[in-house]
């Protein structure tokens, strides 16, 4: 294998995975340390990467051929597809050692875990040699010492840690998409999880809770308090918050509507009076809306904003006052297609399409997905009995709803993978 021959794992996390030929597998999520019945250091046998559709999959030193901090590259393109499983006499060593409490000898000095580095012995065997440990200072303003000592020298790296904060593998995590994180969050005890999740700020939690099977959702949320939990559905898309909410009982509901701001609450409200599976359900109320005086620079300008979803960001809902749902009369959509090919000081109202009859908050999902793929639209108008924009179906919402309930659980989502890399023997 050619690597150095000491690796600090935490900056190994996110690394990208190449095959022979150059090709990207996967990124490096965690590293698989086997224990030892003595006190020996346990033993490095693998990696755990990420592939493609949220996989993880055990990767065994011996086919790796290089390591480096840009990249780990395999000696075959063959890989074990069987989502990787921890064994009982293995550790995860990010996952269950950062941010854990120890103490250093001599002299008992206490501090936490921030990395832990694997070594080559001569025999070509790798282990968990060193570890770098932070003082504790008791003082909210100044770090520790940092320490990098021998594995033998640090206690309470075994057992179960008594207290575990959460920073040094938050910024492991901090990286990630949120669809990643969201997986990452799945593979960690719940108690770890809840610890990891009520660390994250309110906005980046409520892109990692839309995520996330409904049953973590709710144990999530259930674990905040309810100012808290309040403050991140406030952050939450209002579509996504109604979903989470229409988990929780009646009651639950409204203490937490009645904690959001009004202004975020009121569209959540209106989302759950519709019925199950009709456009008012799985609607957004925050579609891209201007009036018909707009120009078509100011549509441009708008559309670019980057906390806009690619499939809310592709056209522009064009109305007269109020601007926000329910507006007043609806009179169009253009695309974003459209309004590149047009001269900035153009005007919504003369280029606005209205040739496509809009949804109903009724329409059935069936009827939706129908039109939708019949037109090739990535979002489609809903309308009330009054010509109102109330809001707009797009394609991932659609994709959320058609999808099995429990598509975002890992452990459901398992099948046989029948493309990529062949199987072959099982490697840990």
Known sequence: ???????????LAGVAVFDPNGDQVGRVRDAVGRLRPTQRPPEVVGLVAEMPMRRRIFLSLNRITSIDADAVVLGSGTLNLRRFEKRPNELLVLQELLDRRVQVDPGGQSGSVVDVAMECSRGGEWSLARVAVREQTGRLTRRGHLHQVEWERVRGLSGIADSRGTANLLSVLEDMRPADLANALQDLPDTRRNEVAAALDDERLADVLSELPERDQVEILAALDRERA????????????????SELPPPEQDVLLDLMQPGEADPVRQLLKYTPGTAGSVMTSEPVILPPDATVAEALARIREPQLSP??????????????TPTGRYLGMV???????????DLLGGIVVNDIDPLRPTTPLPE?????????LVAMPVIDRNNRLVGAVTVDDVLDHLLPRDWRDRDAAERPSTAGPTLDGADG
């Open 1 to 11: 294998m050619s690597t150095p021959t000491r690796v600090y794992l935490a900056r």
């Open 230 to 245: 309040a403050d991140v559905l406030e952050e939450m898309d209002p579509d996504d918050a109604a979903d989470l909410l």
């Open 311 to 324: 499939a809310i960001a592709a056209q522009v809902f064009v109305s007269r006052a109020p601007m926000t």
């Open 335 to 345: 695309h974003f297609q459209r309004l590149l090919r047009e001269p900035p000081a």
């Open 368 to 376: 939706i997905t129908r039109r939708m793929a019949t037109y090739d």
